[in-house]
């Protein structure tokens, strides 16, 4: 099993989400979290005075899938978060040991 992080840009989400249920993803986590990179942050004129925002708005999606998978939902998620400028995101995909669903006890792929 496959643990796949993606950062994204928020108003990507609701077109992320539905090209990852069309890709038969069942459940993923998401989480508002605010971060940089390349981007650096950047300025915004409030009421007449310039503000540096140093950390962006970004959505972390957190998606476990078997490892078969893994390649095919990476790709979907990059097809559809990316605009082409800079704060696209970035997409890391780790191991997963064991998971356990807590209602059934099922476990590893059958407990996706």
Aim: proline share 2%; no cysteine; net charge negative.
């Amino acid at each position: 099993m496959k643990l796949i992080i993606a950062t994204i840009k928020p108003f990507k989400l609701e077109e992320v989400r539905e090209a990852l249920t069309d890709a038969g993803i069942r459940g993923m986590m998401v989480t508002e979290i605010k971060g940089f990179g390349s981007q650096s942050g950047h300025t915004e004129i409030y009421r007449g005075a310039e503000y540096a925002v140093n950390f962006v708005p970004k959505i972390k999606l957190e998606i476990v899938v078997s490892a078969d998978m893994a390649d095919a939902i990476v790709e979907t998620i990059i097809k559809t978060a990316q605009t082409g400028k800079i704060g696209d995101g970035k997409v890391f995909v780790l191991d997963v040991d064991q998971a356990v669903r807590v209602r059934t006890g099922e476990t590893n792929d059958d407990a996706l």
